[in-house]
């Protein structure tokens, strides 16, 4: 069974750093691209970035590039969201979520909650 | 970048009624890389269709996707109690992989 597990949200302060984990299961990491998407509370869905399985190719949402850093590490069957200079806009709730082909997300984790507050 | 909005922001439906939503894209959009997405509260998002049209594993036939290019469909035939939700698309066409700002099923 596929399992996806996110860890390491909390409350930082804003200004602040914090780095999310997601622990894969199920499957080999390797083998797959991955996704970051966030949901602020009481708000729609927003995609935040994307690694593909080797870490050759990366991409953000315009709103954390600069600030976010995806990352993995097959052999841990992990991957990572390093979240810096934090603002009370990135509260929300993290969810990684595996990619298909043709891309779609059927895998989500249950999601790990951050919050940006002083 | 592409922009997703979908249609209506709130849909009031009576159980067992059909339920149509919609999604459009600010540039067109390749029928392979739409995606409809469920959410209940509490809950992380169920894939339900894939390439604007193919339901995903598990997902009833009640619901079913149609479109192409910047418009898409999600039909619900028959509400069922357990349908009562939040709707989202999503595009993969291009970066970043918006989403719809999402549609909300409620019951009338």
């Known amino acids: 069974e596929v399992q996806l597990v996110e860890s390491g949200g909390g409350l930082v302060q804003p200004g602040g750093s914090l780095r999310l984990s997601c622990a894969a299961s199920g499957f080999t990491l390797s083998s797959y691209s991955m996704n970051w998407v966030r949901q602020a509370p009481g708000k729609g869905l927003d995609w935040v970035a994307y690694i593909n399985s080797g870490s050759n190719s990366i991409y953000y949402a315009d709103s954390v590039r600069g600030r976010f850093t995806i990352s993995r590490d097959n052999a841990k069957n992990s991957l990572y969201l390093q979240m810096n200079s934090l603002r009370a806009e990135d509260t929300a709730i993290y969810y990684c979520?595996?990619?298909?082909?043709?891309?779609?997300?059927?895998?989500w984790g249950q999601g790990t909650l951050v919050t940006v507050s002083s | 970048e592409i922009v997703m909005t979908q249609s209506p922001v709130t849909l009031s439906v009576s159980p067992g009624e059909r339920a149509t939503l919609y999604c459009r894209a600010s540039?067109?959009?390749?029928?392979?890389?739409l995606g409809w997405y469920q959410q209940k509260p509490g809950q992380a998002p169920r894939l339900l269709i894939y390439g604007a049209s193919t339901r995903a594993t598990g997902i009833p036939a009640r619901f079913s996707g149609s479109g192409s290019g910047t418009e898409f469909t999600l039909t619900i035939s028959s509400l069922q109690s357990e349908d009562f939700a939040v709707y989202y698309c999503q595009q993969y066409n291009d970066w970043p992989r918006a989403f719809g700002q999402g549609t909300k099923v409620e019951i009338k």
């Open positions: 979520a595996r990619d298909e082909w043709p891309p779609y997300f059927q895998h």
């Open positions: 540039q067109s959009v390749s029928s392979s890389f």
